[in-house]
């Protein structure tokens, strides 16, 4: 029921299907040894969750996947005004494979944000869960959520500013 969302989740985490798979395979083992613990009528999503950050954390996190925000993204010179003169009204293959360009683009740009304010993006603004939920997830007030979420936006804004237009002030 919630694969899909779980997989997501996973994929950003580890940057790989093999492992992402491996991750939510391990979840489910998890949640089926621990489904005493889980309260009838609560959030099933959010607790799926929280079983796939904490195994995260327990045993991937030890392998450091850092890329430096510092990193430039390589991209060519045209590519801001080739994307600013395509329509968006324009359907057709063109713009699919625009937008699995964007998709793997936001991707990688995911990649190379610190895992503290890429989580709260995931979960948020990919996951759809409100603040106080993800706030539960990662054991962390619900200020700190949103403070890393707009921070984690903004280091996305710089990695995809080839992509999208100017940020507008908060």
Not at 114 to 124: A, G, K
Not at 126 to 133: I, L
Not at 162 to 170: H, Q
Request: net charge negative.
């Amino acid at each position: 029921m919630h694969l899909d969302h779980l997989y997501r989740v996973a994929f950003h985490l580890v940057k790989t299907k093999d492992e992402a798979q491996d991750l939510v395979q391990e979840t489910y083992a998890r949640a089926l040894g621990s489904y005493e613990q889980f309260t009838p009528g609560t959030n099933m999503k959010a607790w799926l969750t929280r079983i796939l950050y904490n195994f995260f954390f327990d045993h991937y996190h030890q392998k450091k996947r850092w890329v430096s925000v510092d990193d430039k993204t390589e991209r060519g010179e045209g590519d801001l005004d080739y994307w600013a003169k395509l329509s968006r009204e324009n359907p057709g293959p063109e713009s699919e494979v625009l937008d699995k360009e964007l998709s793997l683009k936001i991707t990688d740009a995911l990649g190379k944000i610190p895992e503290e304010f890429r989580l709260p993006i995931i979960l948020v603004d990919m996951g759809d869960f409100a603040y106080a939920e993800a706030a539960e997830i990662l054991s962390c007030p619900v200020g700190t959520v949103r403070s890393r979420l707009s921070r984690g936006r903004r280091l996305l804004h710089r990695h995809l500013q080839g992509y999208v237009g100017p940020r507008e002030r908060e």
